[in-house]
């Protein structure tokens, strides 16, 4: 698996446009997944050059097939709110549990500069991987939707 990283500095990717990565987020997801302007929106705010990106995109792939892909939004803050947000991580259906979402974690994790926060449903497989690469749960996630 090969990595390409798109950011502010590294500049889009001639083949994983913003479209065909959230269309790939929006099909591997599955039940874990958000609206796909939504997703759009996650990888607008990571890398747009136009509106200076605040964080990046981390593509594992085979020549021009998606293995799988991470999307990480800076917060801007640090020590009481973690600097990175991991938003969106998905790997193909077809390379699970084969390793490739723990190389792109690690890969992913060694791009940031900060602490990374991330949420993840308690019934998802993936939160396992999670705990083994470091992660803990110290809080109780609350939300107010409007």
């Known amino acids: 698996m090969k990595f390409t990283l798109i950011s502010t500095t ?6 994983f446009n ?3 990565i959230a269309n790939f987020l929006l099909e ?3 039940e874990y997944g958000d609206e796909k ?12 050059i136009k509106t200076d990106g605040k964080g990046y995109v981390l593509i594992g792939h085979d020549v021009e097939e998606i293995i ?3 999307v990480i939004n800076e917060t801007g803050m640090s020590g009481y709110i973690p600097e990175n947000i991991l938003v969106y991580i ?3 259906k077809n390379y699970r549990g084969k390793g490739y979402g723990r190389e792109l974690m690690v890969q992913a994790i060694d791009q940031c500069k900060g602490d990374i926060a991330l949420h993840v449903e308690k ?3 993936a939160r396992f991987l999670y705990e083994k690469l470091g992660f ?3 809080y109780i996630e609350m939300r107010l939707k409007r």
């Open 90 to 92: 998905a790997t193909h």
């Open 136 to 138: 803990t749960n110290p």
């Open 123 to 125: 019934e998802n497989p």
């Open 18 to 20: 913003n479209e065909i």
């Open 37 to 48: 302007q939504d997703i759009l929106n996650a990888l607008d705010y990571a890398a747009n």
């Open 68 to 70: 799988g892909v991470v």
């Open 10 to 15: 590294t500049g889009s990717h001639p083949v």
């Open 28 to 30: 591997q997801l599955e």
